[in-house]
């Protein structure tokens, strides 16, 4: 089982309660109230859930050594405590994005669009995971999943950088965008164990 494919599972329960659900571009998710996530390996089957997300993280495609270094001296560990503020934004882009070469798309997400330019510079710190779902099979509804977590007095600097990057050239291949905010409740954060025997 692999250990780098992560399903999210909206529906009742979960250790993240949802706050807003938006539909930024295409088609909404149908509604949940809580948000969990599951590494393959214990991955559930749950007829109970509103809609299950998986993707897979993988190779980098557009990081050059120079930015590799200094991502990683900046961002922040995922699963930190006192990080209780996190988004799901699941992002499909469209056809015209996959049918360019890979220099092409290169060039419109660093020359044209400086998207980790931008994300170094608002929020250097952010602790973040990327998956891809388009290798996964044929029938994913999103093409990438991406999950930031954040503690509450940094909510508008992550607001303003996810702004700015709706403003980006690469933005504009996105077609159907869906923007989850939650909020980790101390009760689910208390005993994970314990939490874990119980939804799972
Ligand atoms: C500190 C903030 C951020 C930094 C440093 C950052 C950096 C990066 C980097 C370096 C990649 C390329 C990974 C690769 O080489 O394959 C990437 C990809 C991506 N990022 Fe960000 N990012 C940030 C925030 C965000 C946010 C807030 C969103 C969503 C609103 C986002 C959405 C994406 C997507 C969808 C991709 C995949 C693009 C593709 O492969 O076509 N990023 N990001």
Known sequence: MSTRLFSFRGGDTGRWRVTDMAARAGAPLPAASRLDIATSAETPSDPQASWVLRGITSNERYVERGERTEIVAQQLELGRPETTRAALIAIRKNDAWWALTQDERLNIFKAQSH????????FPTLARRLHHCRD??????FDFLTWFEYTPDQEDTFNRLVAGLRAIEEWKYVEREVDIRLVRDEAYSLDDAALRSQIL
Do not use: A, F, V
């Open 115 to 122: 998207h980790t330019r931008i994300g170094m510079q608002h």
């Open 136 to 141: 996964l099979s044929d029938h994913e509804p």
